[in-house]
């Protein structure tokens, strides 16, 4: 399996890529559209792919649909990962030619398909994690909450682009209603992005940027979320979030944005909040039961519950390797 990106890649994750054999091409997308098309195109014929599998949140991937119908792919798939996107009214006026482009519409989840495709048929490939990287573990936890020198706070933790959708400048904001309430609390901000300068001196100018850790982007997921306490997604909108199965299983409790689809919370536990209210979510926050033998106790029951729900990634790795093998699909 061989990939295409948009932006240039950390050591990290080209280094997980080479390792598994596969290959990754570097062509910016949003520059030149055109060259993009071009450049895909040569690139799609000269390896003669025999399936395609597209990544995006709107009909824009008609710019990687078209060179794959002009290098003859066979199987070109498409795959929803969000319920809305950023031109919204572009995205209207692609559609129908979007929509003949490719052969397997895919989402990952219920919405996230009826935004992309409408009445069209589409199948939901649900988001599967790898649970044992995630279930709770006291020790993992000590050693990165050193790491962060957390000593006895209460981490508040976030993973996400910083991107307008994931709302970055009212959850700053929070923190620092936050902070007023009780200095008993940190915000770890995981990833990097775009506003993550802009941010940066948010927080200094809020003055809680010693209260407050860019920790940029990591393949060390699993380990920084047995170092958080609460997890936190205000979300303007979002698809089905993977970040929050991931939290689940680590037995965190999480309060998320009333914008966010209820079908995420597997297990019924998750706390919606309008994201207006920065009140409401201060108080939540301080109300919330963080105990380590809530947080143990939590993840054994919750991962069964991801289990059960076949979101764990060998099931649904299975399922995607199948539809790649499906010729009628």
Known sequence: MDFVVI?????????????????????????????????????????????????GNSSFMLLDTIP?????VRKVIVHSHNTTCKHVWIHKVL??????????????????GKWLYGKKEFQVLRNGIDTKRYAFD????????????????IVIGHIGNFIEQKNHSFLLDMFADLRKESDRYLLLLISDGALLNQMKDKAVKLGIEDSVIFLGKTLEVPQYLQAMDIF??????????VVLIEALAAGLPCIVSDHITKEVDLANVFL??????????VDSIMQTDVSEKMRDNNSRKWIK???????DIVSNAGVLKALYEDSSK
């Open 7 to 55: 932006n240039e890649l950390s050591k990290e994750y080209k280094e997980e890529l080479t390792s598994n054999g596969s290959k990754y091409f570097l062509l910016p997308r949003k520059s030149n559209p055109i060259k993009y098309i071009i450049e895909l195109k040569r690139l799609i014929k000269k390896n003669q792919y025999d399936v395609v599998h597209i990544h």
């Open 68 to 72: 794959c119908k002009l290098a003859g």
């Open 95 to 112: 559609k129908p030619v979007f929509s003949k482009t490719y052969t397997l519409g895919l989402a990952c989840g219920e919405d996230a």
């Open 138 to 153: 006291n020790e993992v936890r000590e050693e990165y909450r050193k790491k962060i020198s957390a000593g006895d706070k």
């Open 232 to 241: 936190v997604l205000p979300s303007l909108f979002e698809g089905l979030p």
């Open 272 to 281: 919606y909040i309008d994201i207006n209210d920065s009140k409401h979510w």
């Open 305 to 311: 519950t991801i289990e059960e729900k076949n979101y």
